[in-house]
C-alpha cells in the first residue's frame, strides 16, 4: 500500500466522513449519545479527574475494571473546551465515527479494484453499518478503538514497505495507546511484535532487539496501570469480576450469527442457520485453494499491504473466541467484540465478489453479467440502508435504543429524575440508589447503592440486621428508589424500616424519593 492515496480520491473519503459525522449527530439528536452502566463509569471517572480525585466512579470507589486512557481523554477535553463530559464523549465519538468512514474508504481504494464502484460500494457499506454506528452513538470507548486499529493497518503497512525505527516507534505507542483504552488492544501491541518479526526475518539479531524494545515500550504504560496501580493499590489488575462458562463453540456460533446479520435479513436467518452460510462459505473457499487462480486470490492476503490487517484479525478473532464469556453478551444487538473486525469483513467480501465480478470477463455477455452484477450489489445496499433507517427512527424518538439505559425516553420523561434535576432538590445529603448510576449521571453527585442482599433474596432479613444494623451511616440520607426495580436483590425501602426511620417526600409512579435516617 503507498503511503498516500491521490488527493482527489482523499477528498471524496472525507466527504464520506463528514456525512458519518454528521449521521452521528442526527442519530442522538434527541437527548445526546447513549448511556450505558459503562458510560456512567468513564464519565464519573473523568469528571472525578477534573475535580483533582483522581480515578473513581460514581460510588466513589476506585476505577479499575477498565483501562484508563478514555476517561483521562473525556476529562482532558473537557477541560480545554469548557464543556461537560456527557456532551464531549458524544461529539468526540462522533468524530470517530467520522474518521472511521474516512479511513476505510482509503483502505477500500488501496486494496481493492481500482474500479470506482468497489470504493463507493465499500465506503457506504461502512457509511450504514449498524454495528459501528450503534458504538459511536454511546459513550463507549469502542469507536475510538476502531480509529486505532485502522491506523494500525494503515502504519504496519508502511513499517512493512520500509522498516525504520521511526516507523516502529509511530506503531509501538500507538499499541501502548490501544492497550490503554480496551483490554483487549493489547492485541495490537502482539501484531506489532509479530510484524517486526515477519520484517527483520531476515537478520534475526536485529528482530530480536527490535521486538524486545518496541515490546516493552509498548507495555510498559499497560504495566504500570494494571500492577504499578491496580495490583498495588486494590490487589487485582482489573477488578474482581463474575466468572462464567466460556463455550468456544457457542461463541463460534454466537460470532458468526452476528455477523450474518451485517449482510443478511433476520427473515432470512431465522429459516436457515448461519452455519450453513459458514460452511458453504467453507467449501468455496477450499475450491479456490485448489485451482491455481484461487491460489492467486489468497497471495496478496499475505502481501505488505493486507499483513498487518490479517494477522489483528486472526488474533482477535481466536481471542474473543477463548475468552469470551459465553452468556455475557448474549443480547441480538450487543456485537461490540466483532465491530472492530466489521470493515476487515467488508474487505475480504470485496476481494471475493471483486474475484468473482472479474469471472465475467471469460463468459459471453460479459459487459452485461458484470453490470447486472454490480447493479444487485448496490440493490443489496437496501439493506443495510433500511436497518439503519428503522435504527435511527427509534434513536431520534426514544433515545438510542441498543446499549443505552440511562439517557432514555424512560429516564428523560421520569416525574423522578425532573424532580432530581429541580433546584430545589437538596444534593448536599449522601445519596442512595437502586439505580446510583442513573441519579449520578442526572445529578453528578455520588452516589452509593442501596442495601443490597448477599445471598440474591431481598427477604433474607438476618443478612440485612447483619450487614446493615447501622445503616446509613450518616446521620441523614436519601434514598431514591426508581420504578419498576429491575434488580431483585435490593432490600425494597419497606423492608429498610427494620433498620432505619424511613420517610417518603416525594412519590410519582415512577419512584419515590425517602429520607432516611439511622434508628
Request: hydrophobic fraction near 50%.
Amino acid at each position: 500500500m503507498t503511503e498516500f492515496v491521490d488527493r482527489h480520491w482523499r477528498k471524496i473519503a472525507l466527504v464520506f466522513g463528514l456525512a458519518g459525522f454528521g449521521l452521528i449527530l442526527w442519530v442522538t439528536s434527541r437527548y445526546g449519545a447513549g448511556v450505558s452502566g459503562d458510560a456512567v463509569d468513564y464519565l464519573s471517572t473523568a469528571d472525578s479527574l477534573k475535580r483533582g480525585a483522581g480515578f473513581t466512579d460514581f460510588t466513589g470507589e476506585p476505577y479499575i475494571y477498565w483501562p484508563p486512557l478514555y476517561p483521562l481523554l473525556l476529562a482532558s477535553l473537557s477541560w480545554i473546551l469548557g464543556l461537560d463530559t456527557f456532551i464531549v464523549g458524544g461529539w468526540l465519538n462522533a468524530v470517530c465515527f467520522g474518521v472511521i468512514v474516512m479511513l476505510a474508504g482509503v483502505l477500500l481504494r488501496k486494496t481493492l479494484d481500482q474500479s470506482p464502484f468497489w470504493f463507493f460500494w465499500g465506503s457506504l457499506v461502512v457509511l450504514s453499518a449498524l454495528p459501528l454506528v450503534q458504538l459511536a452513538a454511546n459513550i463507549l470507548s469502542d469507536a475510538l478503538f476502531v480509529v486505532l486499529v485502522l491506523l494500525y493497518a494503515f502504519w504496519g503497512c508502511a513499517y512493512l514497505n520500509g522498516p525504520t525505527p521511526k516507523r516502529l516507534l509511530r506503531l509501538s505507542l500507538l499499541a501502548a495507546a490501544a492497550a490503554l483504552l480496551r483490554w483487549h488492544g493489547v492485541l495490537l501491541v502482539v501484531s506489532v511484535i509479530v510484524l517486526v518479526l515477519i520484517a527483520q526475518r531476515r537478520n534475526l539479531k536485529i528482530a530480536l532487539r527490535d521486538a524486545v524494545w518496541s515490546g516493552v515500550l509498548a507495555t510498559l504504560p499497560f504495566g504500570v496501570w494494571v500492577i504499578g496501580r491496580n495490583y498495588r493499590l486494590l490487589g487485582s489488575v482489573m477488578g474482581y469480576r463474575d466468572t462464567g462458562e466460556i463455550s468456544i463453540l457457542y461463541n463460534l456460533n454466537d460470532a458468526f450469527q452476528k455477523m450474518s446479520h451485517w449482510f443478511l435479513p433476520d427473515q432470512l436467518l431465522s429459516k436457515v442457520s448461519p452455519l450453513i452460510f459458514l460452511s458453504g462459505a467453507v467449501v468455496i473457499l477450499l475450491l479456490l485453494v485448489a485451482r491455481q487462480s484461487g491460489r492467486q486470490f489468497f497471495v496478496p492476503l499475505f502481501s505488505a499491504d493486507n499483513l498487518p490487517w490479517v494477522i489483528f484479525f486472526a488474533l482477535d478473532f481466536c481471542f474473543i473466541m477463548l475468552t469470551s464469556i459465553t452468556y455475557d453478551h448474549a443480547a441480538y444487538f450487543d456485537d461490540r467484540y466483532y465491530a472492530p473486525l466489521f470493515i476487515f469483513v467488508v474487505l475480504l467480501m470485496g476481494r471475493i465478489l471483486q474475484n468473482f465480478a472479474d469471472k465475467f470477463g471469460r463468459i459471453r455477455w460479459s459487459v452485461a453479467a458484470r453490470w447486472l452484477f454490480m447493479l444487485a450489489l448496490s440493490l443489496w445496499l437496501l439493506y443495510p440502508a433500511y436497518r439503519l433507517y428503522k435504527y435511527a427512527v427509534v434513536s431520534r424518538a426514544q433515545g438510542e435504543p441498543t446499549y443505552n439505559i440511562y439517557n432514555s425516553e424512560h429516564f428523560r420523561e421520569s416525574a423522578l429524575v425532573v424532580r432530581l434535576l429541580e433546584p430545589s432538590f437538596d444534593k448536599s445529603q449522601p445519596l442512595y440508589s437502586n439505580y446510583p448510576a442513573a441519579v449520578y449521571f442526572y445529578t453528578r453527585q455520588i452516589t452509593l447503592r442501596a442495601p443490597l442482599s448477599s445471598s440474591g433474596e431481598p427477604a433474607d432479613f438476618d443478612d440485612l440486621y447483619q450487614r446493615y444494623a447501622k445503616w446509613p451511616p450518616e446521620d441523614k440520607a436519601v434514598l431514591i428508589w426508581f420504578l419498576p426495580n429491575d434488580w431483585h436483590y435490593y432490600y425494597h425501602p419497606e423492608d429498610l424500616t427494620a433498620i432505619a426511620e424511613v420517610r417518603i417526600e416525594f412519590s410519582s409512579p415512577d419512584g419515590m424519593i425517602y429520607a432516611v435516617t439511622q434508628r
